[in-house]
């Protein structure tokens, strides 16, 4: 699978818009760039996922570049509740099942 | 989105002691269930993934004679940590994926802390 780069932490004020970004260059054409979020104590919470085109949800908008070599993750008014540890996985479809694996991840901090 | 619950949600256990944690998918059937293993201030680790009535495939560097996997059924799976030693002590996670579709989005279980004294 392709590897992911993203910062290690961000701010964002709380009621603005935090755009997290993620590097993805090695991706490939039957991969799909997925987001997730854990926040302290918790198992991860399935966020969004696209393969080509933008995405959006109640949660979050999903930025894919043309030539899908990175994406932003767009949470368009963050809360307090929004502090969290954010994974963006790319994910590929071979071998019947498709793992997840998680890097890093950015730890976004909404302050007040 | 999917409903995994995970029991116990938290566990202290002798050195030496066997525990086991329950994995189960409450809202759909998962075919595959995956293991995942948290250090303190670290990311996920993926240990092993299982398939219903077949053995768990185990991520390199994973014993699994001392993690015993089980996916008896299509709404729950079990990781028994035998002969628990404090290095076991972490954040033991599960997911769930459905029947295998390309889109289909892997949904996580709460999470059981181990803690081996």
């Known amino acids: 699978d392709a590897k992911t780069t993203q910062p290690p932490s961000m701010d964002c004020a709380e009621g603005r818009a935090a755009n997290l970004p993620c590097n993805h260059s090695t991706i490939s054409g039957n991969e799909y760039v997925y987001w997730y979020r854990q926040i302290h104590s918790q198992g991860p919470q399935y966020i969004i996922h696209g393969l080509k085109n933008n995405e959006t949800n109640e949660m979050a908008s999903l930025i894919i570049t043309e030539d899908r070599k990175s994406s932003t993750l767009i949470l368009p008014h963050a809360t307090l509740r929004d502090t969290a540890v954010y994974y963006c996985i790319v994910r590929s479809f071979s071998g019947g099942y498709n793992k997840l694996i998680f890097g890093a991840g950015t730890r976004l901090a909404v302050h007040p | ?117």
């Open chain 2, 1 to 117: 989105g999917a409903v995994v619950s995970q029991h116990p949600s938290w566990v202290i256990c002798k050195s030496g002691t066997s525990v086991k944690i329950e994995c189960r998918s409450l809202d759909f059937q998962a075919t595959t269930m995956f293991w995942y293993r948290q250090f303190p201030k670290q990311s996920l680790m993926l240990m092993a993934t299982s398939n219903e009535g077949s053995k768990a495939t185990y991520e390199q560097g994973v014993e699994k004679d001392k993690f015993l996997i089980n996916h008896a059924s299509l709404t729950l799976s079990t990781l028994t940590v035998t002969s628990a030693h404090p290095e076991d002590s972490s954040f033991y996670i599960c997911s769930d994926m459905g029947m295998g579709a390309p889109t289909d989005t892997q949904y996580f279980g709460p999470g059981t802390r181990l803690t081996v004294l």
